[in-house]
Each structure stands twice: as structure tokens, then as C-alpha cells.
């Protein structure tokens, strides 16, 4: 090794031994006859000292070196005159008796610190200097306790991690595929996958019992702000189990993180059926580290709002709030922001109705022409609301206000202070439907329009009792499904599999697949469903948001060592790029430019 | 789950307990009002006992399962009558109260045993058939075991385990890529990559210190027998080494993986030099299992063939031979056999000389017409041959002749029984060449024949001493590389790379790259080498090739859950195979066949 030493592990206990380090220059100060070097690795910084009067050429050499210089130097460990008690190499320092210059460094384009100078588009381009960030690299350090504590849980549940094929079969009745053309077998692609799930439940078939696998997947989608054409699932699945079994298994897997990466005790996750989920928090992933859950206000049974001759609320089909605790004191200007707020396309709410429980005792709403005291009195009684709680009221159609308010709880969350990202609330959301009606979803090739459409996929088991339903209303069948919500992400989901033959062919019958279709692109696991498949279910865990999630950032970028950008670029290599035409000839195909 | 107990973990000490099974029927035995059944499932095989006299309805449901029904028996764990000891379970038997059927199967198309019947094709067509099989399965245990331990031993020293990406950058100076169409962007493509060299560099720049990865690579090549178009690898990189290092560092893993999962204790690895082995052995991975090391009898200083009117040696560019021990009393027949052997064109010689050393102390030829006894004693001296054994001898030109005495040799290695499938010589082969000119390698581009071609990559930093010699004679030019070789079986390769953006910008002038291509292809590595990079250096392991030898087996496709076969082709799920022209047209490409 070119250092005995790394810049993270001398302190007093050293003092006197004669080391070699080795490391970059993160800065220097010069006072004259005396100069300091911070000198960074990975491990740490240590702090070199020159000394004038010891040696005149090696100080004329220190003070040669530039920001981000590679150098090796040896000397003798001492003790600091000034000590910095914030760092664990802050008591001693090395007196500097031989210094390499190991590789030189131009200035870098933005400054190597937590808070640095660099814009996004800089700091991706130059990733190679992003990642020598402290703030990054504990992003990925994290990820690897991540990874070793995820396989530690596994192997010790007696999961097998078993690597399954990264060149299948285009099967685009998901979200869209990436391909590969095959040099080998002309006008034939193979394709990478979404998931490998086919595969997964194949090594179940084969008696595997249980398999796991932390592994790159792969989905052609118009990239939205948080999603990257390569992602890593924790993917696994397990045989012999019924839903419960896979909650209790991937809730120990989840309390195992907490507890080994982060030191926390997750209490046992709560279950929320889907339909409680939208109904309370108008999303199937709620954040419930705040409560704030929603109030039906025109429900035929418990209409509080009717008949006031205030047309919005009359006309409306939902008629929908929240109570936001202690924040009657809001502003106009507030008030406004979270009109503004709602009012956002993203939103689409079309106005925001608001009614303040003044400490004195009295309501205040934005629409007391139409509702008297009296009339708020019971709006109040309906939120549960106290003195100092301000009430948020959207109204209109009903999956769009839903959507709407849940945005509008979730900014309330925000502004006070409810969302910590220290606090982990998790849970599980079950009894997930079936199946949705695709009315063109962008992700979708256009020909899957107008059909249904997985809500999970098309392996996932209806739930028994709700199997007759498929033939008569498909919408209304719920899933053995599931999905691990914390703080208001999705981090896991999956279900109980299909694992015969009949049921699996009726459910491509009604994702709109022909016999032919389905035998084509998925005989392989219904025949295999002929050779004794024992019952089995799974779960995939989105492995760059969890490492997101416990690092207590939003987005997964800083987590992935080498990101793509919002149009799937690689700016750093500039990668996807033209290839040449001997390779276009040898793969047997053309590039064909649309018409402009 | 719908078991409590596994079916390898039942004994006497749980005779009397309530237990429910799950798994697959191994085989039954009916003896009329007796019925036995092996259930198997991935942990063991547990025997069911059922007794017409207690259950007549049971028995007959018990009668009625085939092979590889999936079923679940409850019942009490009793002592067997005649036990087995040669099965963990063998002293139990589950006495059945109750059975359900989980799922049928119809008659697998070969049957589930150690020694099936099954033909490789079938096997690969119902792979998950095949994955049943106790042997494969603990070939997949192996792999699983394998990489934990890896990754143990990584952590323990400090590497952090960081994924690159898969979609990159094509670069064909390799092998083929493997390219994937882009949506997004029009006529441009991602690479898979043939490993992660460029990011594990990066990593480096970043200071990353030490890397690691078990990941797939992806190589579009002809497939010879043994090769697979995506493999996996055990990638690592290290900052601030030398190649001692290096070494040290990864036959730490290698002894460290012998001892956890085999529990062998290997020596200390002895190196080798690139030029020793090829003399010695004639190959560049050397089975050291054995010696019968190259004698060389035509050399200026050492000629002890020569001059003796026999123009095949006085004509050969060489005349190179092996002493196999013992073997003087090889047959005519096996010598006959021999011959044969020697001149498939596979090993490429024109015929074989051999001597006897006979028990009497005489010496025999094939050649006696132009030499004698004392000729021969003479070439007894230079092989170090004793009485009992068999010199064998080859001539022509030099490296044909050395290619095919390394096979005659190992194929005596075989014969003479010195190839035990559980000894395991490790050893480092050192010095490799840097360059070695492409004549027409089918597995690179044509275009790129007729240039120097890097015998590892392009990144491997030449010797120091040597680096004169690119100038003026680069195929003489040694490099800082590095191949662990384990019975004649290349596992891992690595070097110490160029950090110097200069010496990196000469070596791509070297391998015929115009400065624009190198700066467009390479351009964010050689400038990452400006922003300070440390010196550095690593290896990659062939995972697949590790599993398969520390198997024990010859063929890494055993070690693989779902390989491919010699075209590339996935025959269970019929892959790669056509996409739609939507699929087509919304990535920019078509096909273009090529005309008959």
C-alpha cells in the first residue's frame, strides 16, 4: 500500500509512530514559516504540518499544491497545538517529512463540500467530483449497510439469493420494454426485465421455497421528476404461505433495517385495506405520521353542508375536508397560498373553502353568506374540530377532489411541521383491487388502451371469494395484494400468485389477451403450473427509494451512484449515443427517423 | 404458512408431535393396507406413513397422487419401524390424520432423481423441472453461499459494494455489445456492459478507496461451449496500491472462501510469470495440479536432437517434449490413442514421438531408426527421466507446438489420474504482455483487425521500465497484470491501471484510435485522470466459473438457474424472439434482413 494509514484513524494513542498517508488536498492555510493541509479519503481528514524552519524545500512544495491534488506524505504523528474536538482525527496532526505528489489536479468546476457551489446539470456531468462529497458519499455507504443488512435478514430466514436472466422475453403488456437485438437469431430481440417475476415464480415451482435477489430492473417510461430507466428491487418470494405469513416475514425485514442501520424500534406494522386508505387520506399510500384524515361532508346519510343555496357545494359530488390543528390563526395571505395551492393544475382543485374556529369560540368561514354559526357549529361537530383548528373543505367531482385534498392534507402536513424525516411511520395497505380500466395510460403502449389493466399484474391472485366477480363486474374483485407504505411511499408491494393453470388463462382472458396471445408470451408459466406449483406469494421492495427514505432525502438520485437524467441520458458519458453502421448491419437492423 | 415444520428437520426427538408438511411426492410404496410416501421440498425428503386400518378413505386419497403432486399431511411424527440412516429424517415417519391435495401435476417429461433421465435439451426446455433435482439445486446453494461469503470478506475489508449502471455507452474496442434502442432518444442506443471498468475507475477518482460488485456483464460473442452471452461477475478496485496489493488482497478471499465453504485450507499462492508459464506449461493458465512441465531439446545451447538425419526434428522450429511418470508401460494401443489425440485439429500436431525408460533400463523409440540408446540417454537426461516413464514428444512450428503439447499434457494429467476433482491449485500468473496483435479475432469487429489489440483493456498500465518500448516495440511491452489461476482454470484478471491521462491518451494511439474517437468514446475518463486520480488497481472474478469450480464440475451452465444455450437462446421461454412493428416503430429502428 502506498500509505500504513488512512486520514480517518490517527488520534493520541498514535502519537510519535511514523505513518504514510495518502489522500487529496481539500485545503491548506499558510501563515508564513508554518502551513496546514486538510488531506481528505474516504475514511476522514487529517491534517498535515509544515514547518519552515525544518525543512525550507518541503514547505515550498506544500504550498505548490493545488485544490484536489493527489499526494502521499509520511512524517511523524504529534499533538495539535489547537485542538478540534469535532473531528475524530482533531487531537493530533502530522509533521510532514516526505511529500509525494501522486497525481496533479486541475480546479475543479464546483467545490468539493457539502454545501457547494455546483448546479445539478454541473455536478451530473461531472459526477466523478459530485461523488467525492462527503454528503454523497455517506448516500452510498448507507446503501451498502442497506444491501448487507437486507441479505443478512434473508439468508438467515433461509432465503436463497438466486440470479435470474437479465436477456428474456419482450412481454409489453406492462409498462414498456427495453430491447436487444439478438446478432445471433436475425429480426429477434430479447428484452431486459421489469421485474423477475416470471422467473421467481418458476424457482417456486421448482421447490426453491424461498428466493431473494437485490436486482437492476428496467421500464421504457417517460421519466417522471424521481424515476430512473434502471432501478434496484429487493425482489423475493416465498412458497407454502398465505398472505400473512409474507406481511410478518418483510415486516421483520423492515424492523431489521431500522434497528441495525438507523437504531430504531419500529413498532408492529398497522394494516389499512385500500379502501379505508382512500377513503381517510384519499391516496393508497398515506403518510400517517399525521392524522388529519378526511371528512365526508355530503354524504346522503350525513349531509352537513345541503341546502344552503351555496350552488358549489349543492351541484357538487363530493363534498370533502380536513382539519388542520391549531392553524386557525392562518393568515389571509396563508389562506391564500393554499388556494393558490389547490388551484395548481397538478392539483386541479377549482377553489378552496375554509372555516376558522376562532379561540373565542366563534367560526369564520369563507362562505359565511350561505352558512350561518349555527350551520358551522355542525361542520365543527362533523371535523371533530376544536378551538384553534382551521377547517379546508374542496368540493366537485369525486376522484378528482379526493385527489385533490390529498395533496392539500399532505402540504398541510408540510407547513406544520408534521412530516419529520427522522419520524418512520409504516404500514401495510391490503385488499388492493383487482384489476383498473386503462383509459390510455401514457406508459402503456397505445393498443393495451380501452382494456383492463394489473393493477399489479396479471399473476397476482384474486382473492377467493371475489374470483366470481371476474366474469360480471371485474372492477369490484379485490386482490390478495399489498404494499408497504412508509411515510407516505410506497417502498414494497406484492401479492399472493395464481398458481393454477385455469385461473391464471381466465385472467388474461380478462386483461383481453387471445388463447394464442397468452400461450405465446406466457406458456411457459402456465404449462409449468401443470407440473405441481406449490401456492406462493412475494414482494418487491424499491431499493433506491427505501436507501432514499432511511437517508431522510426525496429524491433517489443522490442514492444511485450514476444516475440518469429526465430525458434517460447519461450526461457524464454521454450515453445513449449513435452506434456504428458495421454494428447496425451485424444486429440486422435499420434506424428508421420519424417523419418531421 | 400452511406448514409448521420443513421436511428435512423432523427426529426422534419429535416423536409424538402434531406437525403439517407441505411438498412434492418423491415416490409412494403400497403394500396393500400399508402406504408409504417420500415428501420431498427443498430442506429433505420426510417419509408419510399411511394404515388402511386407521383411514380407509385417507389411503385411497394417498393412493390416488402422482409424482410431484403438491400436497399438505398433517399427522403425529412417529419412530419408524426400519429406519435409514443414511437420511437426516430417517428415524421418523409422519403418520397421516390428514391430507390435502395443494396442487396436481401431470407426469414431468423426465424423471426428478439425481441420475434422471431427462436429455440436456429437455432439461433446458422444462428448466424448472430440471431445478428440482437435488444435484442442480445444490449447485444454486453453493452459488448462494459463494457470494455471501464474498461479500463478508469484502466488507471485513472495507470495500463498499456499489452498483454501476447497465444502460451505458457502446465502445467496441472489446468484444460485441450488447445495444438497447433508446425511445427518447432517436436513433441512439445504450450499451450492456462487458464489465464495469470505466465506472469502477470513476469510483476511484471519487475515492471510493475500495470497490466492489457481484454483477452481471453482458458480452455478445459466438458462444463456444461454455461461454454465456450475460455472466457474473465479482468486480472490485482499489486506491492507493501496488500490485503486491492486490495480490494479497484477493488470495485473502480465495483462501477465505475455500475455508467458509469447503473448509480447505490453501497455502500461500506462488506467482508466475507470464513468459514461465507459457515455457513450462505452454499456457497462460497452467493446471499446477500436476507438473510434467516442457523440456525443450532443440534449443541453440541444448540441442540434444539434432543432426541425426531425422528431418522432422531437424526441421521443426521446435522440438519439445513431456516425461509422464509411470507410463513406460502404456500399450501400443494407448500410445495409438495418443496419436490420434494429438492430431485432431482441436490440438493441431502432424504426429507424436515418444521414448520408453523400461523397467530393465533400456530405452525405446519410436524413432530408434535414427537414434540410438545412447541418443536417447541423452534425452532421458534432459527430461529428468527415471525408469517407468514415457517421454512424449512434439515438433514443428513454435507456438502450434506448444498449444498442442499444453493439451497433450493435460490429457495425460487426465489419463494419469493427476486431475482430482478436490484438489485445488491456486496459483498468480504475472507479466502479461500488454498488446498482442489482432490477426482477425471473429470476436471483435472486422474492423478492427490488423491493429495491436489490449490483451486485458485498455486501461492497464504498462510497466514503468517498459513504457519506452510502446514506441518502438509495443507487443515486448509487459503490463501490471495479473491472472488468478485455479487448475488450469482462469477465475479472476486483473491489472494496475494508467491514472495519467497522457499515458492513457498514448496507449488509445497505440490500439489505432484517432485522438477524436478516443476523446469521444473515453473523453470523461481521460478527463476524470485531470481532476486527481489516485493510482489504482483491480480485479474481476468470473463468478459463474468460481461456482462451478468449487462444484467440482466442468460446465458453468449447472451453476446458472436459467442459462442459455449455445445460440444464445432461452428455450424455456422461447427467447429472444419477434417484437411488434408498435414496439418497432416507437423505438426508430426496423428490421433489415439480410439478403439469402
Known sequence: MLRTVNCGELNLSNKGKEVTLCGWVQRSRDKGTLLWIDLRDRYGITQ???????????????????????????????????????????????????????????????????????????????????????????????????????????????????????????????????????????GQFYALPQSPQTFKQLLMVSGFDRYYQIVKCFRDEDLRADRQPEFTQIDCEMSFVEQEDILQTFEGLTRHLFKKVKDIDIPALPRMTYADAMRNYGNDKPDTRFEMTFVYLNEANNNVVGGKEFKVFDDAELVVGICAKGAANYTRKQLDELTEFVKRPQVGATGLVYARYNDDGTIKSSVDKFYSEEDLKKWATAFGAEKGDLMLILAGGKDKTVKALSELRLEMGTRLGLRYKNAFSCLWVVDFPLLEWNEGDPNLLASLAGRWHAKHHPFTSPKPEDIELLKTDPGAVRANAYDMVINGVEVGGGSIRIHNRNLQAQMFEVLGFSKEEAQKQFGFLMNAFEFGAPPHGGIAFGFDRLCSLFGGADSIRDFIAFPKNNSGRDVMIDSPSEISDEQLIELSIGVVKAEK
Open 48 to 186: 498535515l504540518f509544515f514547518d519552515e524552519t525544518s525543512n525550507v524545500d518541503l514547505i515550498k512544495k506544500a504550498r505548490s499544491l493545488g485544490r484536489e491534488f493527489v499526494i502521499q506524505a509520511k512524517g511523524t504523528v504529534i499533538e495539535r497545538e489547537s485542538k478540534n474536538p469535532n473531528m475524530p482525527t482533531g487531537e493530533v496532526e502530522l509533521k510532514v517529512s516526505e511529500l509525494n505528489i501522486l497525481n496533479e489536479a486541475i480546479t475543479p468546476p464546483f467545490t468539493i463540500e457539502d454545501e457547494t457551489d455546483g448546479g445539478d446539470e454541473l455536478r451530473m456531468k461531472y459526477r466523478y467530483l459530485d461523488l467525492r462529497r462527503n454528503a454523497v458519499r455517506k448516500n452510498l455507504e448507507l446503501r451498502h449497510r442497506l444491501a448487507i443488512e437486507t441479505r443478512n435478514y434473508l439468508d438467515s430466514q433461509q432465503f436463497l439469493e438466486v440470479e435470474t436472466p437479465v436477456l428474456i422475453k419482450s412481454t409489453p403488456e406492462g409498462a414498456r420494454d427495453f430491447v436487444v437485438p439478438s446478432r445471433m437469431n436475425e
